[in-house]
């Protein structure tokens, strides 16, 4: 079962760790997640896929409505460790177009923080 | 003449059984040496086909998919029994677009028509059938 397995603040991004599938259920989690960090004021999101090596479409949308609520407060979503299919889908798609990836979560905060 | 080896699934509209599907695709790709990157577009297309057939059909039974394994390439064909659709009806999804409008899913056909190296689509109210088509390099 795919889930979201830690969430943690650091150098100013709020990373959240997957594991698994990001299907429909995985990407509202990650939604769900980045909206209680958004109330609080928190607006930039670094998403590990480290441990996620499959995604579908359904899943990347839910990752644009997350843009899309981002662009409103001026936030940011990144990504970082992307399985080669899961960039060229995203890539496809154009989604990252709107994320910046990184290779890692050590070059994102190099770059971010 | 010799017939090409297949491999028939019938999967029931359950949540996630397109991995039953990504599962098989693997495990033919690596009997074919296909490379890697190939192996992973085939699974990424599957499951969007699955996803398709699953929830835009509206069929309430299983679909079937067939691996046609020939020399040169793998033939997948993904098959429903639902209400049947115009592919040439759907719009190409934009990102800009999808960004300020309601509506952020209908990505997979272009997903699969961008991954695999021939897609055709038969249609009509009894059903649809998808055929998609990996080619294999000469080196594989």
């Known amino acids: 079962m795919s889930k979201v397995i830690n969430t943690e603040s650091k150098d100013g991004l709020i990373i959240i760790y997957t594991d698994g599938y990001l299907n429909k259920d995985l990407g ?25 090596n499959i995604v579908n479409s359904i899943g990347a949308s839910i990752l644009i409505e997350i843009i899309e609520k981002l662009q409103d407060v001026n936030g940011n979503l990144y990504l970082c460790n992307l399985a080669p299919i899961i960039e060229k889908t ?10 910046k990836t990184f290779k890692s979560q050590s070059e994102a905060i190099e770059e971010l923080s | 003449m010799k017939k090409n080896p297949t491999v028939e699934l019938k999967l029931p509209v359950l949540k996630d059984m397109e991995l039953v599907a990504t599962q098989s695709s693997e495990v033919i790709a690596k009997h074919m040496n296909l490379s890697e990157e190939k192996s992973a577009e085939i699974s990424m297309a599957l499951i969007e086909a699955c996803i398709n057939a699953f929830e835009h059909s509206e069929t309430k039974t299983e679909i079937f998919i067939n691996f046609i394994i020939s ?25 800009d677009d ?17 991954l695999m190296d021939n897609v055709d689509y038969e249609s009509d109210h009894t059903g649809t059938t998808l055929t998609m088509v990996k080619n294999k390099n000469k080196d594989e």
């Not at chain 1, 995203?90 to 994320?99: S, V």
């Not at chain 2, 020399?71 to 990102?95: E, N, R």
């Not at chain 2, 409008?101 to 699969?112: A, C, E, N, T, V």
Request: glycine residues 8%; charged residues 30%.
């Open chain 1, 90 to 99: 995203f890539n496809i798609m154009g989604l990252t177009k709107y994320c």
């Open chain 1, 28 to 52: 509202e989690e990650i939604q769900k997640i980045a909206y209680e960090h958004i109330e609080n004021g928190e607006l930039n999101f670094l998403l590990d896929l480290k441990q996620s």
């Open chain 2, 98 to 114: 999808k960004l300020v409008s309601d509506k952020k899913r209908g990505w997979g056909l272009m997903l699969i028509k961008e």
């Open chain 2, 71 to 95: 020399d040169d390439s793998l033939t997948i064909k993904v098959i429903d029994k639902g209400k049947g659709f115009d592919a040439s009806s759907i719009p190409l999804p934009d990102i």
